[in-house]
Nanobody, 121 residues
Framework: QVQLEESGGGLVQPGGSLRLSCVASGSISSINDMSWYRQAPGKQRELVAT???????NYADSVKGRFTISRDNAKNTVYLQMSSLKPEDTAVYYC????WGRGSYAFRPFWGQGTQVTVSS
C-alpha cells in the first residue's frame, strides 16, 4: 500500500511564505514525477509544479518566480516553497506522484489528501 501525506498548509498574509511537504510511504520500488496541484473553490484542479526524477522542474505561469519545487529522493519527499503569496493562491494543495509499487507492473499516479492554503489579511 502506498500513501502520500501532505503537511505545511495554513493561513498566511499576502506577501508571506509557506512551505509544503509531501512524503510518500509504503511499498515503493521507484518514484517518477512528483507534482503539486491545487484546487480553488468552484474551479478545476490545476497543475502548479512538477519535479521530474531527472531534469528541470516546470511551473504554471501563475507561480513562476514565486514558487519553488524540490525533492529529496532519499526521503521520498517533495516540497513546495511558496513566496510572495497572493489571495488568488488560496486553494487546497494536493501532492501527486507516479509510483511503481512493489509487486506492480507499471507506474501509477497516487494522490495525497490535500492541505489547505489560505492567503488573506
Amino acid at each position: 500500500q502506498v500513501q502520500l501525506e501532505e503537511s505545511g498548509g495554513g493561513l498566511v498574509q499576502p506577501g508571506g511564505s509557506l512551505r509544503l511537504s509531501c512524503v510518500a510511504s509504503g511499498s515503493i520500488s521507484s518514484i517518477n514525477d512528483m507534482s503539486w496541484y491545487r484546487q480553488a473553490p468552484g474551479k478545476q484542479r490545476e497543475l502548479v509544479a512538477t519535479a521530474p526524477r531527472g531534469g528541470r522542474a516546470n511551473y504554471a505561469d501563475s507561480v513562476k518566480g514565486r514558487f519553488t519545487i524540490s525533492r529529496d529522493n532519499a526521503k521520498n519527499t517533495v516540497y513546495l516553497q511558496m513566496s510572495s503569496l497572493k489571495p488568488e493562491d488560496t486553494a487546497v494543495y494536493y501532492c501527486n506522484a507516479d509510483i511503481w509499487g512493489r509487486g506492480s507492473y507499471a507506474f501509477r499516479p497516487f494522490w495525497g489528501q490535500g492541505t489547505q492554503v489560505t492567503v488573506s489579511s
